[in-house]
């Protein structure tokens, strides 16, 4: 097991690789052309999408499927972000964030997790099968490693941004979001085991959905912090970043491309002490004939016994689970 100082040093190192590795290089001159306007509806019929309206928002997944509700706070329309450049929307969504200009409120239920909880404690047997041998490897244990919850409500204060390539003529749901979020349920979950715990979350956040037929493209880059009402679950802040693309114009051995990164570092509160590092990359197989893609993610989540005090602390020391999430995007 690597000492806590190695970790930090590793963790911080991946983190910035991870970050870098993200954003794709783009030349100077495409920065200088690409701009942001905020589109005005001129009749109905014109872009009726980026009006200041309310909407609902739907999104599914295996391990996080969310409901939100969009409400807009002014009476200003949805500014459009026109760009294939990340590194411009970022900065694009980054900027004018610190006035709240829409309010989202959204459930979500991480779907997978929930089920493996659910087999712990309803099938051992069954979840004990997914044991391999001596190797203290459990299957539904990788399957469902890094999710802290099995559902949530949440509220986001910040603003939202329609997004769309240059020349595009097909609009669909893509948004881009920048501010804060205050989230709260009243479970945790630790190896597969539903724990009572009134917990809520405060973070500022930049995520955002890009859905075109030859690409597709998410982010979620957070920091925030973590506060427990069940003191043996200890209050952590943390750091998250989450990438993933899917580009049907690029072939399965482009490793920048067709990929998904995610990394998470959690530190106590009382004395900034590194207490959990999630590390898990993901590689995409595109296949413009079918209707689904086949997805690959494996890593690993290690832990500290101080993640947990009292009854919930580990007696076994530092723990380290290896996540293997094969999956289907459609």
Not at 111 to 121: A, R
Request: hydrophobic residues 35%; proline residues 6%.
């Amino acid at each position: 097991m690597l000492s806590t100082d190695r970790l930090r040093l590793f963790s911080f190192a991946a983190a910035l690789c991870v970050y870098a590795s993200s954003i794709p290089a783009q030349t100077e001159q495409t920065e200088q052309t690409e701009t942001i306007r905020a589109e005005t509806v001129s009749t109905p019929e014109t872009h009726p999408e980026t009006a200041s309206k309310a909407e609902l928002v739907f999104e599914a997944d295996p391990y996080y499927t969310n409901v939100g509700y969009n409400i807009p706070l002014t009476d200003k329309p949805i500014p459009t972000i026109n760009s294939n450049s990340e590194a411009v929307i970022y900065r694009e969504l980054i900027k004018g964030s610190l006035i709240p200009r829409y309010m989202v409120l959204e459930a979500s239920v991480n779907p997978l997790p929930w089920l493996g909880t659910y087999i712990k404690s309803h099938a051992p047997g069954f979840f004990r099968q997914g044991e391999i041998g001596n190797s203290g490897i459990n299957l539904f244990e990788s399957a469902t490693a890094g999710f802290p919850e099995p559902w949530a409500v949440s509220a986001f204060f910040g603003n939202v941004a329609k997004l769309q390539r240059p020349k595009e003529t097909r609009h669909g749901d893509n948004y881009g979001y920048t501010g804060y979020l205050l989230s709260a349920g009243n479970k945790h979950i630790k190896d597969n085991t539903l724990i009572d715990d009134k917990w809520y979350e405060l973070e500022w956040k930049i995520k955002g959905k890009i859905n075109y037929p030859d690409e597709r493209l998410s982010w979620s880059f957070r920091i925030g912090g973590r506060f427990n009402e069940n003191k043996d679950v200890n209050n952590v802040t943390y750091i998250s970043l989450h990438r993933s693309n899917l580009d049907f114009r690029y072939s399965f051995l482009e490793w920048l491309e067709n990929a998904n990164y995610d990394l998470r570092l959690n530190f106590l509160q009382d004395n900034a002490q590194m207490v959990r590092l999630e590390m898990i990359a993901g590689k995409k197989m595109p296949m413009p004939e079918w209707r689904y893609t086949p997805t690959l993610a494996v890593g690993f989540v290690w832990s500290s016994p101080n993640e947990y005090s009292g009854a919930l602390r580990e007696a076994r020391g530092s723990t380290t689970t290896l996540v293997f999430r094969p999956s289907l995007e459609f």
